[in-house]
């Protein structure tokens, strides 16, 4: 907590032009993360996770997307209007990401070398020959084996994992102040799952990357965050540290995603979810965009919009009316358009 | 399954060079286990044997006129028997294999390299680019393809150089076309979005990753597409808007033949042959191509 951010992102609005007018895929989020620091964006499908990172990385398919408004402060820099010219230099090199598939994430016709190189020869400037010693020395920090000749092989002849452990060597190569890890274990399976949490958790500490962690599985979140931002329909619904998430959640949302984690002891006939879907975006503009699925609603949740309240544990923060009396977060919360 | 095989084969001790198989390496080994594409393969391999060594294959020049020997069945002395001007056919055919080889592969690959190049800026950038492309490729797709080809050599006037510049263009959409929707997919792949993602430029994404990725196809259709401009070769030749007067053009010696076609049929029936049996090898090999490159007949 001591650090400074590293990256501050500060009510981005992010919104895709569709034939029913402009809808809002991420509706004023504003969150930080610090050098070294894991923080976990957590949300069903569709709650605009994955935009609010592609609009770090300023990949938004532009049209129809756009960033509407709001900040991505790296350092301090800006970079809702950074040129695509310095994106270039910042992707890859500040700001890293890793995606969801690793079967697809690399091109089948070049070599496993061939791909690793390309961030060093972008950023770095290194020649052949230098770019691929540390394109093996990256494989074998990512442990895996006989690193020498992986480079040579093509992405068919590795597995998932393999080929996971290959995106994180290629996006932590230039050594990025901020690594964006996209759902970076849904494809794979379980005991991968946990080698690859266990790798990002060791990089993390081994070189000080500071790690935003998109993910739908709270398991994920458990394991390797320090702090979570809970997602909901395009806002930030909860925010805090993990153990304050998981012991003391205040949302009925995170209190719904948290009781949805099977338990392997607790022999029901059913397992629970959270009735209804997440609405469509764009879709609710008066109330809370959670009410049409709360169990706790109430009247005035139909016609009031919550803002970020503040809880007694310091950073913990909750967008519920239950909770108003709590106080308000802070000012950015309370910024309206 | 390849590797496992390969593996009982060799001794223990693998060099890691051996073990790595690209994709361009496991389409071959499918496409040498293709007995009909090798047929195809061996077929346009001879025309092109045939072609490069013609002086030594043929006996007589293309145009040694003997009046004597004017019209003669196939014999000893003439393989495939004379024309009017008592000229070999089998030597006219055989420096024919040259112009037809060298129209078709030249031919298609004017198309290729403009067809890529609209392709690629239509299908990576969209927009009115895209919509000014792709109409361009409608109309042209409109016309009856061998008559916008004779509708070119009409404006620039019959020859076989012009004749090969009107089957480069009239073949420009197909490939533009291909390209384009090769690369709207390839553009959605998430390692394009990777590449993105460390930092790469537009130009380098489309040269490296989006090209390469779209070539199987492309070699698949130029290949069947030499076969097709062949044929529009021949056709235009029998026109009178190929080849002129000694030059030995396939389409050009079936016209000269066609008033000799009862007394002397075997005018007709060489060069004819030699037009189908190099078009059914291309045929045959690109067939081949397509299932060895084509990812989705693989299984």
């Not at chain 1, 090199?93 to 496993?112: D, R």
């Not at chain 2, 492309?133 to 061998?146: H, K």
């Not at chain 2, 004749?163 to 998430?190: M, Q």
């Amino acid at each position: 907590m001591v650090h400074a951010p590293v990256l501050e992102v500060k009510n981005l609005r992010t919104s895709f032009i569709t034939s029913d007018g402009e809808i809002p895929a991420v509706d004023d989020v504003s969150f930080s993360v610090n050098k070294g620091e894991v923080l976990g964006i957590v949300g069903e499908s569709g709650c605009g996770k994955s935009v609010t990172s592609l609009s770090i990385m300023k990949l938004i398919p532009q049209p129809p997307g756009k960033i509407a408004g709001g900040e991505i402060l790296l350092n301090g820099e800006n970079l809702v209007h950074a040129s695509e010219k310095r994106m270039r230099e910042i992707r890859g090199n500040e700001v890293a990401m890793i995606f969801q598939e690793p079967m697809t994430s690399l091109n089948p016709l070049f070599t496993i070398g061939e791909q690793l190189v390309e961030a060093l020869k972008i950023h770095k400037k290194l020649g052949k020959k230098t770019a691929y010693q540390q394109a093996v020395e990256m494989l074998k920090l990512v442990g895996l084996p006989r690193a020498e000749q992986i480079i040579r092989e093509y992405p068919h002849q590795l597995s998932g994992g393999m080929r996971q452990r290959v995106m994180i060597a290629m996006a932590l190569s230039c050594h990025p102040r901020v690594l964006i890890a996209d759902e970076p274990t849904t494809a794979l399976d379980v005991t991968i799952q946990a080698q690859i949490l266990s790798l990002m958790k060791d990089l993390n500490e081994k070189l000080d990357t500071a790690i935003i962690m998109i993910t739908h599985d709270l398991g994920v979140v458990a394991e390797v965050c320090q702090r979570v931002v809970v997602m909901y329909a395009g806002k930030i619904v909860e925010e805090g540290l993990v153990e304050d998430i998981f012991k003391n959640p205040k949302h009925p949302y995170t209190l719904g995603l948290l009781k949805s984690i099977p338990d392997i002891r607790d022999k029901k006939e059913r397992l629970y979810s959270i009735p209804g879907n997440v609405p469509k975006p764009g879709s609710i503009t008066t109330g809370c965009r959670f009410a049409a699925r709360c169990e706790f609603v109430m009247d005035r949740c139909w016609s009031e919009n919550p803002e970020l309240y503040e809880t007694e544990r310091p950073g913990h923060a909750v967008r519920c009316l239950l909770h108003e009396k709590e106080g308000v977060a802070d000012d950015r919360s309370t910024v309206k358009s | 399954m390849e590797i496992s095989t390969q593996k009982q084969m060799q001794p223990p001790v693998i060099k890691a060079e051996e073990k790595v198989t690209s994709p361009w390496a496991e389409a071959w080994y499918s496409f040498k286990k293709n007995k009909l594409a090798l047929v195809g393969t061996g077929i346009v391999i001879f025309f092109i044997l045939l072609a490069i060594f013609a002086p030594l294959i043929a006996p007589e020049g293309i145009n040694d006129q003997k009046m004597s020997v004017r019209l003669q069945a196939p014999s000893a002395d003439h393989w495939f028997g004379t024309d009017d001007f008592g000229r070999d056919i089998f030597s006219r055919v055989v420096y024919g294999a040259r112009i037809s080889l060298w129209v078709g592969t030249f031919a298609v690959m004017g198309s290729i390299i403009v067809g890529c190049l609209l392709g690629i800026l239509a299908g990576y950038y969209g927009k009115w680019v895209d919509s000014l492309i792709s109409r361009i490729f409608d109309i042209m797709l409109a016309f009856p393809s061998i008559l916008l080809a004779i509708a070119i050599v009409a404006v620039l006037g019959p020859s076989l150089r012009n004749a090969l510049i009107a089957i480069a263009i009239i073949n420009i959409p197909n490939f533009g076309r291909l390209i384009r929707s090769r690369v709207l997919s390839v553009k959605e792949e998430e390692y394009i979005m990777a590449a993105k993602a460390v930092g790469m430029k537009d130009s380098r994404i489309l040269f490296q990753h989006i090209l390469p990725n779209s070539m199987a196809p492309i070699i698949v259709q130029g290949t069947l597409a030499i076969a097709t401009a062949i044929i529009e070769a021949a056709a235009l030749g029998f026109l009178g808007l190929g080849a002129d007067a000694p030059n030995p053009e396939w389409g050009k010696m079936l016209a000269d033949a066609k008033q000799f076609m009862i007394q002397a049929p075997w005018t007709m029936i060489f060069p004819g042959l030699a037009i189908m049996l190099t078009v059914l090898g291309f045929n045959l090999m690109g067939d081949g191509l397509r299932d060895a490159l084509d990812p989705r007949m693989k299984n």
